[in-house]
C-alpha cells in the first residue's frame, strides 16, 4: 500500500520511525509546506528513502492518505484528497470542532465514494463509547490534567504563571467545541470523545494544569441505557512534543497497519 503522509513533524517522524520496517506499508510521499521541506528531507533520508518529499498530495500512485499535521492540513489536503476517491486517516481530529468541518468531510467522502477513518488517539474506550450512543447516552465528561508546561503557548498562560503554579488549577471548563476551539493542540481527546458520545455540544470538559503530575491523564465518564463507565488513562507525552500522548502516535499506526493486516479488531 502506498502512503501519501501529511507533515513530518513530531508525530509524522515518530509514525515514520514505526513503520519504516513494515513490509506491507510505504511511505511513498511525505506532504509539507515550502518552507518545512529540507527537513522533510533530512527524516526522509533517515526513514523512509523510498519517500518524495511534496507540497500537495500526489495525484497519482497513492493508496492511502494520512495526516499527521495539524487543523489546516485537513481543508488543504484531506478534503480534496477524499474528493478524489482516496482513504483518509486524520490525526488532528479536534479540528472537527470547526463549524461545518464534519459535514464537509463526510461530503467529500461520499462524493469521492471512500472513507475518513478519525483515529481514537490518546484515549481508550472509545469503541465502547460509540456503542452506548446506540442505545442512548444521557451524560458524557472528559478531564485532561497534564503539568504545566503542557500548556504553555495556550490561553492557560493568561494570568497565571505556569512555571510557579504549586497546585492544580482549572483552566478550562465548559463543552468540547469551545476546549477544542481555545485549546487545539491540547484537546484533541474532548473531540474525540464527543464526536464518538453526544457531541461537540453536549460533551462537557475540565481541563487541569497539575504540577504533581508527570504525564498527561485522561479521564472519561459516561452513563446512560447502557449503563455507566469511568475510564483513566495516564499517557507519557511524546519526548518530542509534551502537548501531545506518545498513544497518539501509536493509535495513528495501528490504523495504518489496520488497511493491510489480514485480522483487524
Known amino acids: 500500500?502506498?502512503?501519501?503522509?501529511?507533515?513530518?513533524?513530531?508525530?509524522?517522524?515518530?509514525?515514520?520511525?514505526?513503520?519504516?520496517?513494515?513490509?506491507?506499508?510505504?511511505?511513498?510521499?511525505?506532504?509539507?509546506?515550502?518552507?518545512?521541506?529540507?527537513?522533510?528531507?533530512?527524516?526522509?533520508?533517515?526513514?523512509?528513502?523510498?519517500?518524495?518529499?511534496?507540497?500537495?498530495?500526489?495525484?497519482?500512485?497513492?493508496?492511502?492518505?494520512?495526516?499527521?499535521?495539524?487543523?489546516?492540513?485537513?481543508?488543504?489536503?484531506?478534503?480534496?484528497?477524499?474528493?478524489?476517491?482516496?482513504?483518509?486517516?486524520?490525526?488532528?481530529?479536534?479540528?472537527?470542532?470547526?463549524?461545518?468541518?464534519?459535514?464537509?468531510?463526510?461530503?467529500?467522502?461520499?462524493?469521492?465514494?471512500?472513507?475518513?477513518?478519525?483515529?481514537?488517539?490518546?484515549?481508550?474506550?472509545?469503541?465502547?463509547?460509540?456503542?452506548?450512543?446506540?442505545?442512548?447516552?444521557?451524560?458524557?465528561?472528559?478531564?485532561?490534567?497534564?503539568?504545566?508546561?503542557?500548556?504553555?503557548?495556550?490561553p492557560a498562560e493568561q494570568g497565571r504563571d505556569l512555571d510557579s503554579l504549586a497546585v492544580e488549577t482549572l483552566i478550562f471548563e465548559g463543552t468540547a467545541r469551545e476546549a477544542a476551539a481555545q485549546f487545539p493542540k491540547n484537546a484533541n481527546v474532548a473531540a474525540t470523545v464527543s464526536l464518538a458520545g453526544l457531541g461537540l455540544d453536549r460533551t462537557m470538559v475540565r481541563l487541569i494544569a497539575d504540577p504533581a503530575v508527570r504525564e498527561n491523564l485522561h479521564q472519561v465518564e459516561a452513563a446512560g441505557a447502557f449503563g455507566s463507565f469511568e475510564l483513566t488513562m495516564r499517557n507519557q507525552p511524546l519526548t518530542a512534543n509534551p502537548k501531545t500522548s506518545a498513544l497518539t502516535v501509536f493509535s495513528a499506526v495501528r490504523a495504518l497497519r489496520g488497511h493491510v493486516a489480514p485480522l483487524v479488531i
Open 1 to 154: 500500500m502506498q502512503i501519501a503522509l501529511i507533515g513530518c513533524g513530531a508525530i509524522g517522524s515518530a509514525l515514520l520511525e514505526l513503520v519504516q520496517n513494515d513490509a506491507g506499508l510505504q511511505i511513498a510521499a511525505i506532504v509539507v509546506p515550502e518552507g518545512s521541506q529540507d527537513a522533510a528531507r533530512a527524516v526522509a533520508q533517515r526513514l523512509a528513502p523510498g519517500a518524495q518529499v511534496v507540497q500537495t498530495v500526489p495525484a497519482a500512485g497513492i493508496d492511502l492518505v494520512v495526516e499527521a499535521a495539524g487543523h489546516a492540513a485537513i481543508t488543504q489536503h484531506v478534503l480534496p484528497a477524499l474528493q478524489r476517491g482516496l482513504p483518509c486517516i486524520v490525526a488532528s481530529v479536534g479540528a472537527l470542532s470547526a463549524p461545518g468541518l464534519p459535514e464537509q468531510l463526510e461530503a467529500a467522502a461520499r462524493a469521492g465514494r471512500t472513507q475518513v477513518q478519525l483515529i481514537a488517539g490518546a484515549i481508550g474506550g472509545i469503541d465502547a463509547l460509540a456503542a452506548a450512543r446506540i442505545g442512548g447516552l444521557d451524560s458524557v465528561r472528559y478531564t485532561g490534567r497534564k503539568p504545566p508546561q503542557a500548556w504553555k503557548g495556550t
